[in-house]
């Protein structure tokens, strides 16, 4: 991982001699360069994983006679994989997961043999694979698909308006569990297209295997509990865990969580990024509405950081890969999306971490497009301790109220606990200086030498994001510029005399 952004350059297609190829784990966007088919010597590895692609696969890749592994997972490319790739007979290790591929797969050894997991979460890919639906003659064709889902696209997601006739599944088991399933169905309407938008598989079989594998959203299957809803774990049959945010019913003509529906919807399917929690589907009705997003497996940061054994676990490297994370999704929202999108309630609870200590952010209930020549007027929203104080006077929402918040989230990694005592302390004029090495998480052992510079200005900049003045705040895409290259080295004091005043009086 190196953070490389922007486009593949096509010219990396003249590296003629390349035997490995490894651009996994950075934010690349655009289309795969057709030129990649030129490194005819690559034999070991094809490695452009967890990026931002998009586009159909360019049939020339096939040219890449002596690869061995080929991994496009966790990127958002669509059309087909080619049908030329049946040529790339050294392939052993392939994996297409994650992706908005469709149609048959390649007829070759290396394909009919993959494991499910290579081509899992894409739109509709189709072979004699476990785990995929079968190809037949009546499959709609490919131009056909992106024809159909464009339609889909236009009706759900500008409008998000659907119309849905009733159905009602007929039939009383004896069973408790069924009929409780079965009591969720009927509350349900059928619509013109699947009730799941976004995850393409049977909207009606993924609804039954959500309400099977919670025993109709059993308090047993209860991972958390919001102000608008119950968050569940479901265990799909065909082996992945999704976690399914099931809002509460209306009551009153309470319209107020299904305005944070509508919002979470808009803002997810129009943005994509390996630290924001990713959509699968969802189903919307008045009366049964909830969301499907991958499976987080460590839970929330506020969670671990509350816990003695998963605090000692998030070393001080890992903290900084949080904090990077968080930081590089924010500076997605505010300056690489259009409209720029402000989250509103970034804090601990929302940042939710991976079996690998990744870090995704989470709940874009009440998160806001930020119209351009518009005022952006808003009611104050998000959680007490992190929310920018300017909003409490001027009630106008900017970029800068999340940078503020991921400030107060930064601070609370290094220290373990949430900076409240600490940020007022700051705002008093006759304030204690504090030093460094008292104000950070003391279960951890001491600093090294080669992770202490990046701690202290992974301070600087969390103490620069909460000033009070939110003009004079760095930027989102500043922040997190400088936190990938690891900023100045310090030659202030000694690391165990170095006070947080230092570091407030430098230039961020």
Partial sequence: ????????????????????????????????????GNLVYLQDLLDLSHNSLNGEISPQLAKLSRLEKLNLSHNMLSGTIPPSFERMLSLQSIDFSYNALEGPIPNSKSFQKAPTEAFINNNGLCGEVQGLQ????????????????????????????????????VGISSIYYRRRRNTEKEVLERSSGNLFSIWNYDGIAVLEDILEATEGFHDKYCIGTGGYGKVYKANLPVGQVVAVKKLHPLEGGDQSNQRSFRNEIQALTEIRHRNIVKLYGFCSHARCSFLVYKYMERGSLASILSNDEGAAQLDWNLRLKVIKGVAHALSYMHHDCTPPIVHRDLSSKNVLLNSELEASVSDFGTARLLIPDSSNWTTVAGTYGYIALELAYTMRVTEKCDVYSFGVVALEVM?????????????????????????????????????????????????????????????????????????????????????????????A
Avoid: W
């Fill in 415 to 507: 220290m373990g606990r949430h900076p409240g005592e600490l940020i007022s302390s700051l705002s008093s004029p006759n304030r204690e200086d504090t030093l460094l090495k008292d104000m950070l998480d003391h279960r951890l052992s001491d600093l090294m030498t080669e992770v202490a510079q990046e701690v202290i200005f992974a301070v600087s900049m969390a103490l620069a994001c909460i000033r009070t003045d939110p003009d004079s705040r760095p930027t989102m895409h500043h922040v997190a510029q400088e936190l990938s290259v690891g900023g100045p080295s310090f030659s202030l004091e000694p690391f165990h005399a170095l006070t947080l005043r230092q570091l407030m009086d430098l230039k």
């Fill in 1 to 36: 991982m190196n953070c490389l952004s922007g486009p593949i350059p096509p010219q990396l297609g003249d590296c003629s001699k390349l035997r490995y190829l490894k651009l996994s784990k950075n934010v690349l966007n655009g289309s795969i360069p057709f030129q990649i």
């Fill in 134 to 169: 079968p190809c037949n003659a009546s499959s709609i064709s490919h131009g056909d698909a992106k024809k159909y889902h464009g339609v889909v696209i236009l009706i759900i997601l500008p409008v998000l308006v659907a119309v849905f006739l009733l159905f009602v599944i």
